[in-house]
């Protein structure tokens, strides 16, 4: 069942003015809710009032909309929060910065200025950032995942809270079979991660204690034409996953949740009107459909958003119930143990960075400079 919103005749025409959007997000506290303008290159956030639950009927109401401005924007495709007030901005033609965007900002624009970005080197693996996903772990760390839509990689990244945000290692830990990762998303238990795999037409699941270890997956949902955004449910039974190349937002389950094997839709959500979908699909296949998708934490109501309708939602409670996969209680995962993880991390980086600086330093130098013109000369020759 679709949930209207409400909100001032201001909001409403800020909601309308975003353009072409890729992603939606809500905050941990779910009262900001962050949308991706990557046709115009800004964020819009939303300050949000959602009201109801359990047997009572869903109410959002949004009080105020700020309008995110930033030179480190680049098309923006993918956000994730780090707290209420911080978030991750991966984008397509750029890197991936930190933002800060304190809360009650007297105004309804904000230019951000990025507090760490990562991608400011290349042994941060970026290119093409299009997605991301992050969780906390101990030892005051913050795994992030990216995914890198010009190398076909899921790229993993330790960022250090006591230390700014620095970025303490990167590694590829996603490659094998990739075409296009187009969104990555952590389960909410933290037991998988789901990878839409856009030219494959699939979502790769692994398993999250492996990452790092295998690239293999552990499941993959099919059925789909072009994945795009990804949301679990908060007991891990059920993904709701959007389509870039349908109307449609599909729902997956696995009443035990383990996600190994294959999976089919379990049902079909019929969610952007047929012609304007066919506006905009009939010029390119791969558009017009779903874009970011997100559950409340509770896991009842469903947060969509597309180019043709920036923001719409459904209480999708009672599907859930019909296909027995209402949200139980969430079992939180044991924390790991990280001692001198950071430390063991940082040293890796600067060993990396130091190697790469000696090697810029030594092709810069005349000896290299002569030995490559040498290099030059000899296959011309040999060519003769």
């Not at 699941?205 to 993959?220: E, H, T, W």
């Not at 389509?243 to 729902?251: F, I």
């Not at 309708?309 to 924390?335: I, K, M």
Request: charged share 20%.
């Amino acid at each position: 069942m679709r949930v209207k919103y409400g909100c001032s005749n201001e909001v409403a025409s800020a909601i309308d003015a975003i353009g072409r959007t890729e992603d939606v997000q809500l905050s941990p506290d779910g009262r900001r809710l962050a949308i991706a303008g990557f046709g115009k290159s800004y964020l819009l956030i939303l300050d949000a009032e959602i009201g109801g639950g359990g047997e009572t009927p869903y109410t959002v109401h949004f009080g105020r909309s700020l309008k995110v401005l930033s030179a480190s924007f680049a098309h923006p495709h993918g956000i994730a929060w780090v707290n209420n007030e911080v978030l991750i901005v991966a984008n397509r033609h750029g890197a991936a910065p930190l933002l800060h965007i304190p809360l009650g900002v007297n105004g309804t624009e904000i230019v951000a200025h990025p507090v760490f970005t990562i991608g400011a080197t290349p042994v941060d693996h970026l290119n093409g950032p299009g997605s991301v996903a992050l969780r906390h772990i101990p030892d005051g760390l913050i795994e992030v995942l990216i995914c890198n839509n010009y190398s076909h990689t899921v790229s993993r990244h330790f960022l250090d809270q006591n230390a700014g945000m620095a970025v303490l290692a990167s590694e590829v830990v996603f490659q094998s079979e990739l075409n296009i990762p187009d969104g990555v998303v952590y389960s909410r238990t933290g037991k998988w991660v789901a990878v839409s795999n856009h030219y494959d037409n699939t979502v790769f699941i692994y398993r999250a204690d492996q990452l790092g270890i295998s690239d293999k997956p552990a499941g993959i949902l099919r059925g789909i034409v072009y994945p795009h955004g990804i949301t679990f449910s908060p007991d891990d039974r059920a993904i709701f996953l959007a389509d870039a190349g349908a109307p449609s937002v599909y729902l997956y389950g696995a009443p035990d949740g383990d996600w190994s094997g294959d999976h089919l839709p379990l049902h079909v959500l019929s969610v952007v009107e047929l012609a304007a979908f066919k506006a905009l699909n009939d010029n390119n296949p791969e558009d017009g459909g779903t874009k970011g998708v997100v559950l409340t934490s509770d896991g009842g109501l469903l947060c969509v958003t597309c180019e043709q309708e920036p923001l719409f939602f459904y209480d999708v409670r009672q599907l859930l119930a019909d296909l027995q996969l209402t949200p139980g209680p969430v079992v939180e995962p044991p924390p790991a143990s990280a001692p001198k993880f950071r430390e063991l991390m940082l040293h890796d980086r600067r060993q990396t960075e130091k190697l790469g600086a000696e090697l810029a330093a030594i092709k810069n130098s005349r000896a290299w400079k002569l030995v490559e013109k040498l290099r030059t000369i000899r296959r011309l020759l040999s060519r003769g």
